[in-house]
């Protein structure tokens, strides 16, 4: 049961649910908002990918790019709009803020485009697939991790060796301090809304990548995955949430082998029971990270 | 004290309830004699989500916990009581793997109806009891999984629900009369409650967790008695709303409708009665205009595909310019009273806008 297939197969699923989750924190981390629109950004890449790749001329990397980087200024665009004149208000009205911006971005598809789900074109090497002595193993799976691989030494870099890193890390520690020594609260909340963005973006070509179709509800499930990996990781760090999303890859696949077939339809049920479980005896999550209630004020 | 000084001072205090019932029970009596069936079918649409939205005022705007379980209860009200009122006939037909000794059991639509609220009482009441320790994000996040969980069980569950498909077959009990003596019962109760010794303590605790608890409130116990008496009552307004649309599936009770609840109660200002109660009429005509435009739209031939979705997008914008606008509410967090003039200055920071006025 546990070979190398299944080792490849955890540690790809792993690595993107850590890249979803990451950019789930990011924002949580400064303020302390679960952004329930996140999945409406992968979402959105989703789209531009099928928008775009109806042009055959046009590379499938330059569709690529296009479709993170449309991720990335649609969520600060949401930024600039929405959480922005809401955000020194109560907690309760940034969530529900979040959560019309989902419900709003959602409609905006449904009629400009289809209510029902469209192809998108990929590359031919995303359903190929490589065998390494007795395991059979999807390309896009490794893809996944050397994506995972790069982005995460690429993250690491900018939050320990920038300034604009360092701010945002401060900024997630003690807010209120780090405007006392003279970081601008909107550019470290926009950058943490671009950051969110571009890594939903990525999530988002492996996502659709899996079913090459993208339909207006497609960001329901990688957010509620976000979501648990996140509160399991400790959502008061990029370590936890990037930890998280490796122990619910893990999880997950347990859960589908171990448990007997007519379960099978109850998995994500056991999932939250866990996290419930999970949150009632440790509220901080695997990871301890500077543990803070502070909220932008 | 004479009979006239008497009634004048009554309405003084209370004058918030008869502001908001003298308009309910009158504008219910104008309909049920010349309304046409849409529209009396709108009205009762609106008591029967003015129950289950003043239900969740009574948890969520009284302690400040965004109640994402609320839903869920309502779910748990409707499915129990239809199970409960349904005939063994229908039953059998409706869900066909259902347990024998579910489809024997038969009520009248009353008692089922209120049991159906206790069912989902003591779900919560055996759920709510860890989960009201948690605070802030932790809290908001356990209430989200356990409606999550809620709605799974209820998807996969076949023996009872009937899966993911339609639960159908329920009387249509649910008519005007019915639903405009729920709404005023419950608006009595949400207003009793919210100016009682518990709401207050409960308030309290909303306002400054620390300070309600250095005199002495049980923040947990508070809390864990508003959320099952909001259980009770939004299981009896599921009950309600079941016997209204007689067929429903699981889809119902989901994040949808979790979203059109909290703008109704947002919207309005969900640390107050009147605001619970001004949203929810604002929602629901605004929500009948927009469909109406909607499917005009449609049948006009106007564009070559069809508009679906502009109810929910329009929705979602005046949600966020509200809660720019007025963050704690059209109405706010404290209750219009009579004169309106009255009313001091508050600021707008949030739900705990109940400014203490010295006496």
């Known amino acids: 049961m546990i070979d190398l297939e299944f080792i490849i197969n955890t540690v790809s699923l792993g690595s993107l649910y850590a890249l979803l989750s990451l950019g789930l924190v990011f924002v949580y981390g400064i303020l302390k908002l679960v952004n329930f629109a996140y999945g409406e950004y992968i979402m959105v890449a989703g789209y531009a990918m099928h928008v775009i790749g109806q042009n055959r001329g046009i590379p499938w990397y330059v569709t690529m790019a296009i479709a993170v980087l449309l991720a990335a200024a649609v969520s600060y665009a949401t930024e600039l709009v929405a959480f922005r004149p809401v955000r020194t208000k109560s907690l309760t009205a940034l969530i529900v803020t979040s959560f019309a911006v989902s419900v709003f971005l959602q409609n905006v598809v449904l009629i400009t485009i289809s209510p029902r789900s469209r192809a998108v074109p990929l590359p031919a090497f995303f359903s190929q697939t490589l065998t390494l002595g007795t395991a059979t193993i999807p390309v896009r799976n490794l893809v996944i991790i050397g994506t995972t691989i790069v982005l995460l030494i690429g993250l690491t870099f900018v939050m320990k060796k920038t300034v604009l890193g360092i701010a945002m890390r401060a900024a997630a520690d003690k807010f209120t301090t780090t405007r006392l020594m003279g970081v601008p609260a909107n550019l470290v909340i926009s950058a943490t809304f671009i950051i969110s963005g571009l890594l939903a973006g990525v999530v988002a070509i492996f996502w659709v990548g899996r079913s090459a179709s993208v339909d207006p509800l497609i960001g329901a499930a990688p957010l509620l995955i976000a979501f648990i990996a996140t509160v399991m990781g400790g959502m008061h760090s990029l370590v936890g949430a990037v930890i998280g999303g490796f122990v619910y890859g893990l999880l997950f696949n347990i859960l589908s082998i171990m448990l007997p077939a007519t379960m099978i339809s109850y998995r994500d049920a056991f999932m939250f029971m866990i996290v419930i479980l999970f949150l009632l005896f440790r509220p901080e999550g695997i990871w301890r990270g500077g543990y803070t209630e502070e909220r932008v004020g | 004290m004479r009979l006239p000084e008497k009634i004048s001072a009554l309405l003084k205090r209370r004058s918030t309830l008869f502001l908001l019932l003298v308009p309910l029970i009158a504008v219910g009596f104008v309909l049920q004699a010349v309304g046409t069936p849409l529209i009396l079918n709108i009205y009762t649409y609106f008591c029967v989500n003015l129950m289950i939205v003043l239900a969740l005022q009574m948890f969520m705007g009284n302690s400040g916990i965004l109640a994402w379980t609320h839903v869920a209860w309502v779910g748990i009200g409707a499915y129990a009581s239809g199970i409960l009122s349904m005939a063994p006939m229908v039953k059998s037909l409706g869900v066909p793997n259902m347990y024998p000794h579910l489809v024997e059991l038969q009520l009248p639509v009353v008692p089922a109806i209120l049991l159906g609220g206790v069912v989902a009482a003591i779900v919560a009441a055996i759920i709510g009891w860890p989960l009201m320790r948690l605070s802030n994000a932790v809290g908001v996040i356990t209430l989200f999984a356990t409606l999550i969980v809620v709605h799974v069980v209820m998807t996969q569950w076949d023996n009872v629900t009937n899966g993911p498909r339609t639960f159908f077959g329920l009387q249509e009990f649910t008519r005007l009369p019915q639903a405009l003596v729920g709404a005023i019962l419950v608006l009595l109760l949400a207003h009793w409650y919210r100016e009682s010794s518990l709401g207050l303590r409960l308030r309290a605790a909303r306002d400054d967790r620390f300070a309600a608890m250095a005199i002495g409130v049980s923040v947990v116990q508070v809390r864990y008695v508003a959320f099952v008496l909001s259980a009770l009552i939004a299981g009896i307004g599921g009950g309600v709303w079941a016997h209204f649309i007689t067929s429903f599936s699981p889809k119902a009770f989901y994040i949808t409708e979790t979203f059109l609840l909290l703008t109704m109660l947002v919207i309005g200002g969900q640390g107050s009665i009147s605001g619970a109660f001004t949203g929810t009429a604002l929602v629901t005509v605004a929500r009948e205009v927009l469909r109406q435009v909607e499917s005009g739209m ?44 009255k009313r001091k200055n508050r600021p707008d920071d949030g739900p705990g806008t109940d400014v203490v006025e010295p006496a």
């Open chain 2, 298 to 341: 449609n049948n006009s031939g106007m564009f070559s595909f069809e508009v679906y979705g502009l109810t929910e997008l329009v929705m979602a914008v005046l949600m966020v310019i509200v809660l720019i606008w007025r963050p704690s509410g059209i109405i706010g967090g404290q209750e219009i009273t009579w004169p309106l003039l």
